[in-house]
């Protein structure tokens, strides 16, 4: 005890000590003043004091109960109460329809503004989704993810605007856009792993983001391309709210037809291919997988998704240019695979809702954004480094049971 | 060695370079149809880089790797990728086991199908009849493998959960489902007890006698060796010393110097 509270006390000095020049100190540039706000000092110093002891009590505890759990030898893995949601179908069911049923509803009952936010909250979801395909499933860490974004999002947009093309001529176009680029990149990385694999996809993510800015020609530079045509349907006319509607059922049509994918990918001799991949390499190959092929389906399948909706954002926005496709993007779609548990879609959809929605939500603390943000990613890694909900695999039964069990 | 057996892999004068370094020297070894054959040597003789040249995981800097496969035309395989070899009927397993710790014992059988299965990404998604039988198939065989190694019990462990003993022979039934005429073994029995040791002797002879498939085995345990190899080549600094049968193996001069140093013959 007399231990917490003395690494405390170090911790609080410390993160005076750190935080002195931003909390207590204040220059007032035009005065020419300088604000001491020692009261800031105090506050920090109660603050980093608590954190520490709470969190060293945390992590003793959790010491303690993994020891614990050990003892019980059998330990077979408890499932948690969002596992049982997952798994049972008497649970899952209800839980299903709940959820669809208030999502269809959605639109109705809240505001324009809301239903915007949902859009690009399940924009979100979809990119996570895709990105799921190449990090989480095949292993293939890629920051560079928004390039593939933004390709769709452009190829709409010039289409639309040069060629006249109908948006729904252009989703499919998109998607396969993304992928071929997907491809093309693909092909130089495929002997990279690891943190190679990750920096020259951050250098991509960025080249991306250049090539955008400075062809004028094709992309129209930093000033971006507008008057964007949002989706239509059959010729009806729709005012923005009816649009912006339109497009929500739309990315929830998309969601849907991501997450059935992706599913049966999943558990399927390629969904395998690709997990085995990511597990060991070498052994994979030697096991007779073609590593070309199977990372470049990942590459291409990844990129598809993000292709196709990026046509949907440019048609939600009706305007972009490159700011839309920074780096930052990647970072947060990323960490939406992260946080909801590498490979599992549940996990994935929860971890894109909230990581998108809170923030939306929370708009009075935008400042501390980023540093809830990090916080919630360090926690993360210590407490749950599976993320929210562990990608459970799939079982089979042999044949002969898979008989015997319809017979008696 | 039967005279009219039917070769399956027939190595001539392998030499692999890493810079200067000459890992394995003209190395020519033979495997017939229905035999266990076996390469001893000590510690950093050079037989697991003599493997990876064999599997594709590196190409030969010389010589010349011909495989006959049953049925089918003679192939030179020099500088075929892993998959390709895999798919021609040669699987290897590995010293240092190389599961796909984080996927059930059923599923690492399972990726051993893959070269001999079709579906395609659009097949995955839309499940047609084709993908169905594919997939009952895989699995069926997977869990007939998994039978015949002693481990349908843990077929919904994740691999990083078995014992050690057991790690091994999963990674037997996962070169198994490869289908595959010749098995190669890199040191099987390492790490394992006595016990072990015997129960994984009788599942090679088994294989071998069973399921007809000709086994090339890397190995250091001079019991296992001996008892169940037909043939035994030996190898020192990259270069073969030695080639017979067990008994000729156990009384040459030249292999008692190498595993026992010299004066060996006190031993």
């Not at chain 1, 071929?180 to 960025?206: C, E, H, N, Q």
């Not at chain 1, 509607?245 to 969601?255: A, D, E, K």
């Amino acid at each position: 005890m007399i231990s917490y509270l003395k690494s405390s006390l170090i911790a609080a000095v410390w993160f005076v000590f750190l935080t002195f020049p931003l909390m207590v100190v204040k220059v007032n540039t035009l005065k020419s003043t300088v604000e001491w706000r020692w009261m800031n000092m105090l506050w920090v110093a109660i603050g980093a004091f608590i954190l520490s002891a709470v969190w060293r009590w945390a992590m003793e505890k959790r010491v303690r109960g993994a020891s614990q759990n050990e003892q019980d030898a059998a330990s077979e893995e408890k499932m948690g109460i969002g596992q049982r949601l997952l798994e049972d179908p008497k649970l899952n069911r209800p839980v299903i329809g709940v959820v669809v049923a208030l999502a269809l509803l959605m639109p109705w009952v809240s505001e324009m503004y809301q239903v915007t936010i949902w859009v690009f909250a399940l924009i979100y979801v979809v990119l996570g989704l895709g990105l799921n395909i190449t990090v989480g499933l095949a292993g293939l860490l890629d920051l560079g993810y928004v390039a593939f974004f933004g390709v769709g999002a452009y190829t709409y947009a010039i289409l639309n605007t040069r060629f006249g093309l109908d948006f729904w001529v252009c989703l499919p176009i998109g998607g396969l856009t993304g992928a071929l680029v997907g491809v093309l990149l693909g092909f130089p990385i495929l002997r990279l792993r690891g943190d190679y694999l990750a920096i020259v996809t951050l250098g991509f993510g960025s080249i991306a983001k250049i090539v955008y800015e400075n062809w004028e020609g094709v992309f129209n530079g930093a000033k971006g391309i507008e008057k964007i045509a949002r989706p239509g349907f059959f010729g009806v006319q729709m005012d923005i709210s009816a649009a912006t509607t339109f497009t929500y059922y739309l990315m929830l049509v998309m969601v849907v037809f991501t997450i059935f994918v992706t599913n049966r990918l999943k558990d399927s001799r390629i969904g395998r291919a690709w997990m085995a991949l990511r597990e060991d390499e070498i052994a994979c190959v030697a096991m007779g997988v073609d590593m070309a092929r199977t990372k470049l389906g990942a590459y291409a399948l990844g990129a598809f998704w993000a292709g196709l909706v990026g046509v949907i954002f440019a048609s939600q926005t009706t305007y972009i240019n490159p700011a839309s496709f920074d780096f930052m993007l990647s970072a947060i779609v990323l960490s939406m695979v992260v946080l909801g548990g590498m490979g599992s879609i549940v996990g994935v959809v929860i971890a894109a809702l909230v990581l998108n929605l809170l923030p939306e939500y929370l708009r009075a603390f935008e400042d501390y954004r980023m540093l809830v943000f990090g916080a919630v990613m360090v926690m993360m890694m210590l407490f749950r480094p599976q993320g929210l909900v562990a990608n459970v695999r799939k079982t089979y039964t042999h044949g002969k049971v898979r008989a015997e069990e319809t017979n008696g | 060695m039967a005279e009219n057996a039917q070769k399956l892999l027939e190595v001539s004068e392998l030499t692999m370079d890493f810079g200067g370094l000459r890992a394995v020297d003209s190395i020519t070894l033979e495997v017939c149809a229905g035999e266990i054959v076996a390469l001893i040597g000590p510690n950093g003789a050079g037989k697991t880089t003599f493997f990876n040249c064999v599997t594709g995981i590196y190409k030969p800097t010389r010589g010349e790797i011909l495989v006959h496969p049953p049925e089918q035309k003679t192939q030179k395989i020099n500088g075929f990728k892993p998959n390709r070899v895999t798919a021609m009927g040669m699987a290897r397993t590995f010293q240092n086991i190389r599961l796909f710790q984080n996927m059930t014992v059923l599923e690492n059988v399972m990726i051993g199908r893959h070269c001999r299965t079709t579906t395609s990404i659009i097949g995955a998604i839309l499940r047609g009849k084709k993908t169905n039988r594919q997939e009952r198939e895989t699995i069926d065989r997977s869990y007939d493998l998994l039978e015949k190694v002693g481990l349908v019990d843990f077929a919904d462990e994740f691999a990083k959960n078995l014992p050690y003993g057991a790690q091994r022979r999963l990674e037997i039934a996962r070169a198994m489902a490869t289908d595959p005429f010749l098995l190669l073994l890199d040191e099987p029995a390492a790490g394992m007890n006595p016990q072990e040791t015997k129960d994984l002797d009788e599942l090679i002879v088994r294989i071998k006698d069973l399921e007809n498939i000709s086994i090339l085995l890397i190995e250091h345990d001079m019991k296992l060796v001996m008892n169940i190899s037909e043939r035994i080549y030996v190898m020192e600094y990259g270069k073969k010393i030695a080639h017979g049968s067990p008994q000729e193996i156990r009384s040459n001069p030249k292999v008692i110097e190498a595993y026992l140093g010299e004066g060996g013959d006190d031993a």
